[in-house]
């Protein structure tokens, strides 16, 4: 089996603000998009297809078995990006609520932290060289 895709789908009625986030904070493009349903896609590498997500009105048509409106609770989105700072700067720049500020994590994280308009908190990584001897404490019993 080879998949071709995979995503979140995300019930709530607030699409259209989802929507602008997302372009104007990381730069989807809109795949396809209707009163019910919203399909994003994120920039890749060299011409590539980069990550997508999609967003389902609670009102949709096709009413499959669930899911329920997400409330907020319980799902982080995380996003890695080659330069969490500049990210941080436009993101902030652009009035999206910042739930966690910029912060270096001594596991090896650059990171802060979003609310998208449908209430997934967005956790905006940087992969950065842990605190010395950090992860030592966490390779007890296993053989190198």
Known sequence: MKVR???PLI???NLGAVRDFYRAHFDFDVAFEASWFLYLIGPG???TRGATLAYMHPDHPSN???PETFNGLGMILTVEVSDAA??????SAGGAPIVHALTDEVWGQRRFMTRD??????DVVEQIAPKEGFWDQYMV???Q
């Open 5 to 7: 895709d995979l995503y």
């Open 11 to 13: 019930t709530t009625p």
């Open 45 to 47: 590498e060299d011409g």
């Open 64 to 66: 499959p078995p669930g």
């Open 86 to 91: 500049s990210v941080f700067e436009r993101v």
């Open 117 to 122: 308009p449908a209430g997934v908190l967005v």
């Open 141 to 143: 019993g296993i053989s």
